[in-house]
């Protein structure tokens, strides 16, 4: 029953959900409002679920004394700074009239919010520009035709996406300057491709769900 | 000594910035003596590689920091010209009548602001301008504050302020709420069903702009500023395909070009993506922000990266005349 039972499970969830989206009509219109507010519910309890296994892997980390284990420190601290600096804030907001939230300027939370993390993520991010412009001095080599082609389509669309494209093609006619090329570059060969990896994303989700939905697939009930 | 000199520098450097007078501009001479500059320092890489001596990653950090830094201080005009896809997001949103109800999704994090929130902000300025009435939500738990800098942002415009824009009137925050594509599906029988409250745990019947708004039939136009999962592709497929709804989007960069089937099959009403999409649709809108001042040292990295790229294969091909030539 360890198994059946979780597939009988699969298998109604499953039906609903092709039926209610082909069926508009009552009781299947029904189902998707339930399954749509169950499903908001499953992803509330997944936010906190996250952040207790986070936990949880930072203090048994900070227990064995594992390897950069100051930094699992430095999580728990800075997520339970953040945390009672909302709650504080947000318990404070419900005593105004009008309440206020926990995220309005001036609130502890939200000092924390604009002065430490948005630079600091924003910094993680913007490191990206230096791996990428070492990644591209060392991966876009014309080594063969495929290579090559890739190498030029990056060069137009970079050259292209950015203002002085039009300023060094400004000899050309309109439709032959370089922003163009890039357009042309986005539109069609970029499309096709986004199309063609879009369909078989497609096929291969609708076939790994029936294959789960008939319980041919079982992986997601082992471990 | 040596061992701290880098750090020693980097002080040094931050201090001068710190006490440099603001906005510091230079002068448009200096700003070509600098680009002639680095453009020399790029063709002494390139010389020295065709000698047969390849540089390290270091140097191309060192260029890049410099092209993204330098253009920060530099005055130079560019030429613009607004992409298709940007016009087209510009005019569907130019052609809603006053008052219209505008729901604008910020399905993004502080990692995507550069890109996305001059974008948010030049949107919220321009709905604001024109009266439209805007239903703020985010599928992204950061994005609905992200929606909140904005905001704070656009009414210190003299001319927002003039219009005393109202929130629950003008506009509403409904938060954050979790469950990705499975909310806007709600969304589409029952707006109360996934946010029956604001983000101030206000009733949403006692809010004026939300009367009358009960699912996507009540909603003029979608906006989507997105960086990932849940996102446009989402909106597109739930939004767009099940219930009609007329939706534009800003992307960053990374995503743009997966969303681009869908704005030849019309399914996307417009797209402004990345900074280049933020600065074409601050210029559209007549809302310039600082995607415009962004715009520049991208401008310059990308020139850096393309120089290099040429740099790499004028070394691979100095590997191979050398190994051809030893293989002789």
């Not at chain 2, 603001?22 to 020399?40: C, M, N, Q």
């Not at chain 2, 929130?167 to 707006?191: P, W």
């Amino acid at each position: 029953m360890k198994r059946e039972i979780p597939l009988i499970i699969t298998f109604v969830a499953g039906v609903a959900f092709v039926l209610q989206y082909f069926i508009p009509h009552y009781p299947f219109n029904r189902f998707e409002n339930l399954f749509s507010d169950w499903f908001s519910i499953v992803g509330a309890f997944a936010i906190w679920l996250g952040a207790l296994s986070l936990i949880k892997l930072c203090l048994l980390n900070i227990s064995k004394k594992a390897h950069d284990w100051p930094i699992s420190l430095l999580i728990i601290v800075c997520f339970l700074a953040i945390v009672v600096a909302g709650a504080i804030d947000g318990f404070n907001g419900l005593k105004n009239v009008p309440t206020t939230s926990f995220r309005d300027p001036g609130t502890n939370f939200d000092w924390l919010y604009q002065n430490v993390y948005t630079p600091l993520s924003a910094t993680m991010f913007a490191i990206l520009a230096f791996f990428v412009a070492s990644a591209s001095y060392r991966a876009f080599r014309a080594r063969n035709t495929a290579a090559t082609l890739l190498l030029l389509s990056a060069f137009f669309v970079m050259i292209g996406r950015v203002p002085i494209g039009d300023y060094l093609s400004a000899w050309l006619p309109p439709s032959w300057q370089l922003s163009q090329w890039a357009n042309w570059l986005m539109a069609f060969p970029n499309t096709a491709g986004q199309r063609a990896v879009m369909i078989g994303i497609a096929l291969g989700t609708v076939s790994t769900s029936l294959r789960i939905i008939l319980g041919i697939e079982r992986a997601h009930l082992e471990g | 000594m040596k061992k701290f000199l880098p750090w020693i520098i980097l002080v040094a450097l931050i201090i001068v910035v710190a006490l440099l007078p603001k906005p510091l501009e230079i002068s448009p001479t200096v700003s070509v003596i600098v680009t002639v500059l680095l453009g020399l320092a790029l063709t002494g890489v390139l010389v020295m590689t065709m000698r047969g001596h390849l540089i390290g990653r270091r140097t191309v950090f060192l260029f890049i920091g410099a092209s993204l830094t330098l253009p920060f201080f530099m005055n130079f005009q560019m030429p613009i010209k607004v992409a298709p896809e940007v016009q087209e997001l510009y005019d569907a949103i130019a052609k809603l009548p006053p008052g219209s109800k505008v729901l604008a999704a910020f399905d993004y994090d502080p990692p995507s602001a550069p890109e996305l929130q001059p974008q948010a902000e030049a949107f919220m300025a321009y709905a604001f301008k024109h009266d439209l009435k805007v239903i703020i939500m985010g599928l992204w738990p950061q994005g609905p504050q992200q929606a909140d800098m904005a905001i704070q942002k656009v009414l210190q415009q003299p001319a927002i302020r003039a219009k005393n824009i109202k929130y629950g009137v003008d506009y509403v925050n409904l938060g954050f709420q979790s469950g990705n594509e499975f909310v806007i599906q709600r969304m589409g029988s029952s707006f109360r069903g996934m946010f029956p409250r604001d983000i101030y745990n206000t009733d949403c019947d006692k809010i004026p702009i939300l009367n009358g708004v009960d699912n996507f039939s009540n909603i003029d136009f979608v906006f989507n500023l997105s960086s990932g999962y849940p996102g446009t592709v989402e909106w597109v497929q739930i939004a767009v395909d099940r219930y009609g709804v007329k939706l534009g989007a800003g992307n960053t960069a990374v995503q743009a070009p997966s969303v681009y089937p869908y704005l030849s099959s019309h399914k996307l009403t417009g797209l402004a993506g990345g900074m280049s999409g933020a600065w074409q649709f601050e210029q559209a809108t007549g809302e310039p922000g600082v995607a415009s001042t962004y715009v520049l040292p991208q401008t310059f990295s990308h020139m850096v990266v393309i120089g290099f790229i040429i740099i790499g294969n004028v070394a691979l091909f100095v590997g191979y005349r050398k190994s051809r030539q030893e293989g002789v």
